[in-house]
């Protein structure tokens, strides 16, 4: 197991244990707001998931990450912590993300990679660097 800037990865190049630590931690940041802050309401949830978790989750988010098993792993704690505000318990997923204005983690994954790749192109000293 090799720790570089944050990421873990084995020697077979897989990232399982890194997406789990990642997920472990999120879910004990959501079960510490659960329980720690006694209002559901979307305005106080909302704000502490953005600042507390979702960064957690985007960080070291290397190019493997966009296989199906790593985005459903990612997307959990989204899906556990906005079950748990008031007045959406009974939407599906899809519904409970429109409601609170949030993206989906592979969403916001790739909106990143995007936004790099057109730094990337309008900037000729970033494309040096970053061997395009």
Same mark, same amino acid.
Not at 5 to 22: A, K, M, P
Not at 32 to 50: E, M, N, Q, W
Not at 108 to 121: H, I, K, T, Y
């Given at each position: ?55 957690? *989750?985007?960080?070291? #988010?290397?190019?493997?990450?966009? &296989?199906? !098993? ?45 936004? *790099?790749?057109?730094? #990337?192109?309008?900037?000729?000293? &970033?494309? !040096?660097?970053?061997?395009?």
């Amino acid at each position: 197991m090799v720790r570089y800037l944050g990421t873990q990865v084995d020697s077979n190049l897989n990232f399982n244990h890194h997406v789990s630590t990642v997920v472990r931690k999120a879910f004990y940041i959501a079960h510490l707001i659960r329980k720690g802050i006694a209002s559901r309401a979307k305005d106080v949830i909302t704000p502490l998931y953005s600042s507390l978790i979702r960064p957690l *989750l985007e960080y070291n #988010a290397p190019f493997s990450m966009y &296989l199906t !098993k790593y985005m459903q792993q990612l997307e959990k704690p989204q899906r556990f912590l906005t079950k748990k505000i008031q007045g959406l318990q009974h939407m599906t997923y899809m519904e409970r993300m429109k409601a609170l204005s949030l993206y989906f983690v592979s969403y916001r994954l790739m909106r990143g990679d995007l936004c *790099l790749a057109c730094r #990337a192109v309008s900037n000729p000293a &970033l494309m !040096k660097m970053l061997h395009i």
